[in-house]
């Protein structure tokens, strides 16, 4: 079975650059994945960030973009402020109708 | 304004059944897919299933598939998610979403909780 990774935790300083990376435990991430991502406080619902790899979702900052970089799908978030800690996660597209998401990054931001 | 309201969660036995409900306004519901994502206490989003927007088509994760049945009502908008055999494993908040091109949820609802003890 294949399995999304994610970096459990990261760390990121006021107003530094970090970037998040969703990948596949056999195999490559591309376009076909169709990767988001997804940014959930504790006690709320998640929000929807990313979709289709780059698409911001309405009302997303521009600090928030997604990419493919070498054999991953990418979330940077650029100039971070205090707001942005949170929980990262993203989702996948596997086959035949089948999305899988990945266990989670939390984000620090000190 | 898109608005997804979940209901129905409660505290069911193992062996039980219970049926969610989501009730959708701000958007045409006939035109799009529609999801549910579920997450376990202290734990990670899970995608559960999916529905096409006839309710032809329906997908399901490995975990619940033959246990649970994703429907639609257009008529009402209103999205459900059958659950039989309940395991207490199925504990956790679950989500109702809409789906759009490209992924599988840009709409949350706040979720309904589900817990399953004896």
């Known amino acids: 079975q294949t399995v999304v990774t994610q970096e459990p935790s990261f760390s990121v300083s006021p107003g530094g650059t970090v970037t998040l990376t969703c990948g596949l435990s056999?195999?490559?991430?591309?376009?076909?994945?169709?990767p988001c991502w997804y940014q959930q406080t504790p006690g709320q619902a998640p929000r929807t960030l990313i979709y289709?790899?780059?698409i911001r979702s309405s009302g997303v900052p521009d600090r928030f973009s997604g990419s493919i970089v070498g054999n991953k799908a990418a979330l940077t978030i650029t100039g971070a402020q205090p707001d942005d800690e949170s929980d990262y996660y993203c989702?996948?597209?596997?086959?035949?109708?089948?999305?899988?998401f990945g266990g989670g990054t939390k984000l620090t931001v000190l | 304004e898109v608005q997804l309201v979940e209901s129905g969660g409660t505290l069911v036995q193992p062996g039980g059944s219970l049926r969610l409900s989501c009730a959708a306004s701000?958007?045409?519901?006939?035109?799009?897919?529609m999801t549910w994502v579920r997450q376990a206490p202290g734990k990670g989003l899970e995608w559960v299933a999916n529905?096409?927007?006839?309710?032809?088509?329906?997908y399901y994760v490995d975990p619940v598939r033959g246990r649970f049945t994703i429907s639609r009502d257009n008529a009402k908008n209103s999205l459900y998610l059958q659950m039989n055999g309940l395991r207490v494993d199925d504990t956790a908040v679950y989500y109702c979403?809409?789906?759009?091109?490209?992924?599988?949820?840009?709409?949350w609802g706040q979720g309904t909780l589900v817990t399953v003890s004896s």
């Open positions: 979403a809409r789906a759009v091109a490209g992924t599988p949820v840009d709409y």
């Open positions: 701000g958007f045409t519901f006939s035109s799009y897919w």
């Open positions: 529905i096409k927007q006839d309710g032809s088509d329906k």
């Open positions: 056999s195999g490559s991430v591309s376009a076909t994945s169709h």
């Open positions: 289709n790899t780059d």
């Open positions: 989702v996948l597209y596997m086959r035949s109708g089948i999305w899988v």
